[in-house]
Structures are given as C-alpha cells and as structure tokens.
C-alpha cells in the first residue's frame, strides 16, 4: 500500500491511497484502501489520513474518521488522536500497521505499530526526511 | 497565506532489519524521496493538496519496489487486484476503485471517478470505462509483473498447503 496527505498554501488537504491487497487474497477481497473513513479520509477542519496495514480492523475501526472525531469532539491534537488509534485502537485488536496524517494547521503524525513503516514527509521551508524504522 | 506540508508512505508491516541490506535500504528511501519530491513540487508551485497527494502516490505507484500499480502482490488466483482512493478536504469529495487492473495509475482512476461520476466507489468494467473515457494510459500484464510478488505468492501458497502459513503480520499488510 502506498498513500500520500497534504495540505497547500490555501490550507486545503486531501489525502490519497493506493493498494495491490495483501498476498494471497481471495479475488474480489477489498481492503480498508478504497473506503473514505477508513483507510483514506480528508477533511479541511481536522485533519488527511492515509493508512496502511491489516485493512479488515482499519475497516471495523474506521481508522481514519475515527483521528478526526477524536480531534472534533475530544478536543485532541493529530497526534494524541492518531497515537490512540494507531497504538491502541488498532493494536489492541490485532490491526497491526501505521498512519500518515497531517493536521489543518500543518502538523505531521506517522504512527506505526509494527517494526516498520516506509514514509517520507516535507514542510515548507524545512529538508524532506525519509524513513524505514524508529529511527 | 498558510505554509504546506505533505507526508508519504509506502507500506508497513514486519520489515525486519535482518532481511533488510544496505543496498535495499537505500533503494526503498530513494523510491520514498521521489515521491515526496513529486508531491513538493506541486506544493512549492502553488499547486493544489490533491494535485501534490495524486503525484506522490503515482510516483509510488511507478516504482516496483511498494505495493501498488507496478509491483501490485497477487491473488489466489495469480492476478492483480489494485485498490484507490482519493479525498479532498475542502468538501469531502471522494474517489475510488476496486479491484481493477490495467490503468498504470490507480489513484488517477479513483479521482476521475470522483470528478466526472456522481459516486464515491466504482468497479469492475465501469471503472475502467472511466478510465478510458479521462483518456488514462493503460498498461500490459508485464508491466505489472515483478518476480518478488510472484515468489511471494509461491511461498505464500506453499506454506498454506503445507499448513504452515505464519501469523506474521506482514501477510495481512496491503
């Protein structure tokens, strides 16, 4: 799976998301990928999130719209949102994976739950980064 | 005015470091720092967020090395099922497919549907009518093809037969 979030110099965000499935697939099995709210969600007022990982427990836990009610009704950053999904939503039922988001004020959260995310983030007047594992 | 940011990524899941060597390493981040480049420079342009999230994840997309359009993992059945989705936060408008094959570019596929159907997720011969409609390029099954994938698949369907399929993590990962 492959995904991308951003916001431009207007403030808007979107969010995209891209998947060939997981190996061994039964045909016609869909993930969490091509679902808004799951594995891809945007919206100006929160936050754009793309995901990766066990797609069936992204699907059950709404993993995406569930960082941006956590961030509309509870009041929390993107991180304190998407460190809750990602770490214990997702975790503590056997959706292992991560999460790229970025916040309408610019800020960038990419947990991950397993040893290893591939990821990659830029803002504006600072270097690109790239990354494999924690470090 | 706001400043922009853009953040990628290419998959997870069990990427041990053991199986991970200096060279492959490197490939993967010169892979992931292509496709921040292509999203920046949309956003340095004064592009839109959608326009810079569409060029990342084609350039993802492109690249043999992650899970998606080229490099896709394969079914059961020895084909290629490509999932994608696009949102745009400044109405929640959204696009998508399912498992289809043949557009190089999955995500594109996706925002057409978005920006010339009234729905959200479209498959099977209408997605990719739409494809062909926004005059999207397609590709040949050999484009798709890697020899990782395939001998994944292989010793994915050697281990169920045998009984034997782990519960790594990483085999549920898209």
Not at chain 1, 107 to 118: Q, V
Not at chain 2, 53 to 77: K, Q, S, W, Y
Request: charged letters at 25%; proline letters at 4%; a negative charge.
């Amino acid at each position: 799976t492959v995904g991308a979030v951003a916001r431009d110099r207007a403030g808007n965000l979107a969010a995209a998301t891209s998947t060939g499935g997981m190996t061994a697939k039964l045909p016609g099995r869909v993930g969490d990928t091509p679902l808004p709210g799951a594995g891809t969600f945007a919206e100006n007022a929160t936050c754009a999130v793309s995901g990766t990982g066990h797609g069936e427990v992204f699907i059950r836990y709404t993993a995406g719209s569930e960082i941006a009610a956590r961030m509309r009704f509870l009041g929390q950053s993107l991180d304190e949102a998407a460190q809750h999904v990602v770490m214990k939503d997702l975790h503590d039922h056997d959706g292992s994976g991560g999460v790229i988001a970025i916040a309408h004020d610019g800020s960038i959260s990419m947990p991950f739950n397993c040893e290893g995310m591939y990821r990659g983030s830029v803002r504006e007047g600072e270097a690109p980064q790239v990354a494999i594992y924690r470090d | 005015m706001s400043t922009y940011s853009l953040a990628i990524h290419g998959g997870a899941g069990t990427i041990l470091r053991t199986q991970m060597t200096p060279e492959k390493e490197a490939a993967y981040k010169a892979g992931l720092a292509r496709a921040v480049a292509a999203g920046e420079d949309v956003l340095r342009q004064d592009g839109t967020a959608m326009d810079a999230v569409t060029a990342a994840v084609c350039a993802l997309e492109d690249e043999p090395l992650f899970n998606a359009g080229r490099g896709a993992v394969f079914t059961t059945e020895g084909a290629q099922e490509m999932d994608a989705c696009v949102m745009d936060g400044r109405d929640r408008s959204a696009g998508a497919v399912a498992g289809i094959f043949g557009p190089r570019n999955p995500v594109r596929v996706a925002r057409a549907v978005m920006e010339r159907t009234p729905h959200v997720l479209l498959i099977g011969p209408m997605a990719l009518q739409i494809a062909r409609d926004a005059g999207l390029p397609f590709e040949e099954r050999d484009y798709f093809f890697t020899q990782a994938r395939w001998d994944a698949l292989q010793e994915t369907m050697e281990m169920r037969r045998k009984g034997q399929e782990s519960d790594d993590p990483a085999r549920r990962h898209g």
